[in-house]
């Protein structure tokens, strides 16, 4: 499994996605660079996509802001400490509280590696990860791209991803995720240079924050 570490990766990844399929070549001409946007794994990597899901980019910076205000360095021991009023004041749903205090007792309790399972091929890794309730397809994916560096992840719910396969390859209709699944398979092993390339795609020709999306 080659790891996605440095911006020679993305360039190689490129390379190879436009030779699996060339209706890609445009798509890379279009999308300018590729950000490599790597961040390490561990309990603070997860916690950045959880707090990141169904708000704007603004809203997420400013929520992470208060959590370090509050934590300090955010740990999961460190998030085992924060009240109902706590999280209602740095601006977390219930459901994103319940989800980090999830995550955060199943590695304090030692039944989850956040750094281990990035060694862990992508099936299972995603498998072990959406066992925390909290944790869907979309968050353990996201995880095992950008935290990880896995080569060859798709995140199909995105709806950035969607929409931008859709525009990118003039499609009539937004894919859905099942569709997507069926299209990204001919982009292995390089899945994971793909959904950077169309989030850059998104942001370069659609006018958005190249950010993820769930559904």
């Known amino acids: 499994m080659r790891i996605i570490r440095t911006h020679e990766d993305i360039e190689a990844g490129l390379a190879g996605l436009m030779m699996l399929d060339a209706r890609l070549e445009h798509v890379v001409a279009r999308a300018g660079p590729v950000p490599l946007r790597r961040t390490d794994p561990g309990y603070r990597g997860i916690a950045s996509i959880i707090v990141s899901q169904m708000v704007s980019k603004a809203s997420a910076a400013a929520i ?15 998030a085992l400490t924060l009240s109902d009023e706590d999280c209602r004041a740095i601006g977390l749903s219930r459901a994103k509280a319940d989800a980090l205090r999830r995550v955060a007792q199943v590695v304090v309790a030692g039944e989850i590696d ?9 099936p299972e890794a995603i498998r072990e990860l959406t066992t925390i309730k909290g944790v869907g397809r979309w968050t353990a994916e996201v995880y095992l791209l950008f935290c990880a560096g896995h080569p060859d992840v798709f995140p199909s719910g ?13 499609l ?23 959904a950077r390339l169309f989030w850059a795609y998104y942001a370069q020709e659609m006018r958005r924050d190249a950010v993820p999306v769930t559904p």
Do not use: Y
Not at 158 to 170: F, P, R, S, T
């Open 158 to 170: 995105d709806v950035a991803l969607q929409n931008a396969i859709g525009h990118g390859l003039g």
């Open 64 to 78: 992470w802001k208060r959590m370090e205000a509050s934590l300090g360095e955010i740990t999961a021991p460190a």
């Open 172 to 194: 009539e209709l937004r894919p859905t995720a099942r569709e997507i699944d069926s299209l990204a398979a001919s982009w292995a092993p390089w899945r994971s240079v793909a």
């Open 114 to 122: 956040l750094d281990a399972i990035c060694n862990v091929e992508a």
